[in-house]
T-cell receptor, first 119, second 110 residues
């Protein structure tokens, strides 16, 4: 149990286009989903936290209008990179938590990630 | 199907103890194995291992990879309460994305 999928696994797009990445919890209901971006030296930066049916909470420095997050159901969250630019090229990982929100940071199950390349 | 298994899933020790966390994997076209520590927000990167038998160390933490037996261990010596966290193991196959293990929850009691 506790499988999280992401789609697509990799995407290449032109500068200025928008890209949507889906994160699904396949066999459990996720109270909270998280979106991360991987930076050089393997560090993962938390971009935002989303709870089903409410607005996402963005971390400082993350542009809300550029990285749109929708958590429409307990099994699906989407991240849309709007007007993508080459500097948005990165590896985006989602995770889903089924524990209580207060504990959800250490109850996460990670997806396989999506590699975005913006030309 | 690629998979990563970690053991134990949960561990409670007292300060000063030494712990060994295990990560075994089955992936095609292995490229690297990574260890992360997750306390609050984003997991913190600890080690990346690509070659067998070469120990990586950082303070009280060390890790080693065995590509023949398909596993890695993470050692923490003289544990402290601040080591309490979930330790994640992830494998990156060539041409594919991450495969994360379920994590080991370590609790270090005073």
């Amino acid at each position: 149990g506790a499988v999280v999928s992401q789609h697509p696994s990799r995407v290449i797009c032109k500068s200025g286009t928008s890209v949507k990445i889906e994160c699904r919890s396949l066999d459990f209901q996720a109270t909270t989903m998280f979106w991360y971006r991987q930076f050089p030296k393997q560090s993962l930066m938390l971009m935002a936290t989303s709870n089903e049916g409410s607005k996402a909470t963005y971390e400082q420095g993350v542009e809300k209008d550029k990285f749109l997050i929708n958590h429409a159901s307990l099994t699906l969250s989407t991240l849309t990179v709007t007007s993508a630019h080459p500097e948005d090229s990165s590896f985006y990982i989602c995770s889903a938590a089924k524990g209580e929100q207060s504990r959800s940071y250490n109850e996460q199950f990670f997806g396989p990630g999506t590699r975005l390349t913006v030309l | 199907e690629d998979k990563v298994v970690q053991s134990p899933l949960s561990l409670v020790v007292h300060e000063g103890d030494t712990v060994t966390l295990n990560c075994s994997y089955e992936v095609t076209n292995f490229r690297s194995l990574l260890w992360y520590k997750q306390e609050k927000k984003a997991p913190t990167f600890l080690f990346m291992l690509t070659s067998s038998g070469i120990e990586k160390k950082s303070g009280r933490l060390s890790s080693i990879l065995d590509k023949k037996e398909l596993f890695s261990i993470l050692n923490i010596t003289a544990t402290q309460t601040g080591d309490s966290a979930v330790y994640l193991c992830a494998v990156t196959p060539y041409g594919q994305n991450f495969v994360f293990g379920p994590g080991t929850r370590l609790s270090v009691l005073p």
